[in-house]
């Protein structure tokens, strides 16, 4: 990374509302972001245009610098994001000694809104705010055909998405800004509610959709990362919308209890049921094609982002937490737990006592090594089709389909975990539950997905907040949200958005 993009990001993290009100004031950003050397991309001198030059007449050239910027400032909190959400949710902890409040404040709170609670913003507005340059700057590209414009500008557009979809899985009630595109002069950009946000979601893909068709008959004009290898052309890329676009369908249906919204639960998740449809899943897909889907990429190439998720077992950073593993079903026989428990956790080399806390990390993730050693380049999943069974599942539950959903539910247990089909009750309440399980797993170490999951389905005192019988450990809490950033509170006067009555107690 660039020492102009340090500094850049760092200023944007210390005051982000201003990212929120000014578009214009992101040129240099970008472009110093596009010469970062991701996915391999070569470029040639994309600090020489000018901010004014992109929005003004850019060409085929600064259009796909811009796209490696976005790109690659899509991923900047994919780290973090995982370890925070796996935090929240007892599937991880960062028992790093020299950071305090990484360990500390999800289990005992309060988050702090300038601290491990306000993260996980930026980096995603730094992306809006890029994919909106990008998409305004498109159509002034005249070296790009009509098609070509319209596929950069639906990349752009899919891009946004994805990030208003991790600044809402982690702020929920409290909402976000989405009319962020604005002046300089502006006034900042107001929060609008979590439905509002999921539908500010909606609509975008949905403009991604109808731009998508217009370049249908086109090629993209820049390279996609290979973490979208599955989705680089204009028909898959628009599957891979479709399977976005059925997760925040999805999400949007699961939270309409806490910020109803204009639209039933039961038809959002009948349009997620034939958006996976859209997506191309199979009635009975393959479950060796599970891991198949898009990822963000990451490398050990000069200036490029690494994946320190991939962690030596003898590092004293990241740590797996026993729940994962008494938590776990066992495989057919009693003895064995869940394959995907096997597959994802192991003992640790070395064992990392923190005074702050009285828990003693002795197992780690394996996800994202090779062989057992460290691959800095090993990608994070995105969206893959394991996923999207299990949101099939979903809203198959939602929709009275329960023999479809035990139907997908079987298929991943019993591939995946290796487990005996479901033989629980077929209520609401036992589904749903079952659903929890298999992402949880399914998903380990990826997404955060059991304490976001917890919370869109107002299951929060279903996670054990502590260990009772570990001396020290009093008065755990499990966060209920992540705050807002004090520096977007600033100007609004919305100090209880920022500081939020934020834990369960339980």
């Known amino acids: 990374m660039t020492r102009t993009l340090l500094r850049a990001r760092r200023g944007a993290r210390n005051s982000f509302m201003r990212i929120t009100r000014v578009k214009a004031a992101a040129g240099m950003l970008l472009a110093t972001a596009a010469s970062m050397a991701c996915y391999n991309f070569n470029i040639s001198n994309p600090n020489g245009t000018s901010q004014g030059q992109f929005t003004g007449s850019p060409n085929a050239t600064a259009i796909a610098a811009a796209a490696t910027g976005m790109f690659a400032a899509a ?48 980096a995603e507005y730094v992306t809006i705010r890029n994919a909106n340059l990008l998409i305004d700057a498109t159509p002034k590209a005249a070296d790009l055909s009509a098609g070509q414009q319209a596929l950069a500008i639906a990349v752009a557009q899919t891009e946004k998405a994805l990030m208003f979809m991790y600044i809402i899985s982690t702020r929920g009630y409290l909402g976000a800004p989405v009319d962020v595109d604005r002046p300089a002069d502006a006034a900042p950009a107001p929060f609008v509610n979590e439905d509002g946000v999921y539908a500010t979601i909606l609509a975008t893909l949905d403009s991604a959709r109808t731009n998508l068709a217009a370049g249908a008959s086109a090629s993209f004009s820049f390279p996609l990362p290979n973490g979208y290898s599955s989705a680089n052309t204009p028909a898959t890329f628009r599957q891979f919308t479709w399977a976005l676009t059925a997760k925040a369908l999805c999400f949007r249906a699961s939270t309409q209890s806490e910020s109803p919204g204009p639209v039933t639960a039961a038809t959002l998740y009948a349009s997620a049921l034939l958006a996976l449809d859209s997506a191309g899943l199979a009635a009975s897909p393959d479950p060796t094609t599970f891991a198949n889907g898009v990822y963000f990429d990451f490398s050990t190439a000069p200036n490029d982002s690494r994946n320190s998720l991939s962690d030596p077992l003898n ?20 003895v064995l737990l869940d394959q ?15 005074g702050g806390i009285p828990l003693t990390g002795t197992i780690k993730f394996t996800n994202y090594l090779s062989n057992g050693t460290v691959n800095l380049g090993a990608p994070i999943p995105l969206l893959k089709l394991e996923e999207e069974v299990l949101l099939r599942a979903e809203a198959e539950i939602k929709t009275g389909a329960t023999a479809a959903a035990v139907s997908d539910l079987n298929l991943i247990r019993t591939n995946s ?32 997905a059991r304490w976001v999951d917890a919370r869109r389905f107002n299951r929060l005192a279903t996670i054990e907040p502590g260990w009772s019988n570990v001396a020290g450990f009093t008065n755990p809490q499990v966060p209920h949200v992540m705050p807002i950033p004090n520096t977007e509170c600033q100007g609004r006067s919305l100090g209880s958005v920022c500081n939020p009555l934020n834990t369960s107690g339980n």
């Open 75 to 122: 991923r900047n909190d994919m780290v973090s994001f995982n370890w925070r959400t796996g935090s929240m949710g007892r599937d991880a902890i960062n028992l790093s000694d020299n950071n305090q409040p990484d360990y500390a404040e999800p289990f005992f709170g309060p988050l702090s809104s300038s601290g491990f609670g306000g993260s996980d913003w930026g």
């Open 315 to 334: 590092s004293k950073t990241f740590f797996a937490l026993p729940f994962v593993m008494s938590d776990a079903q066992t495989q057919t026989g009693g």
């Open 340 to 354: 995907r428990v096997l597959n994802k956790v192991t003992a640790s080399v070395d064992t990392q006592v923190i």
């Open 417 to 448: 975990g290796n487990l005996p089909a479901y033989s629980g009750a077929l209520t609401d309440t036992a589904l749903v539950g079952e659903l929890l399980y298999n992402r949880r797993y399914s998903l380990l170490w990826e997404q955060g």
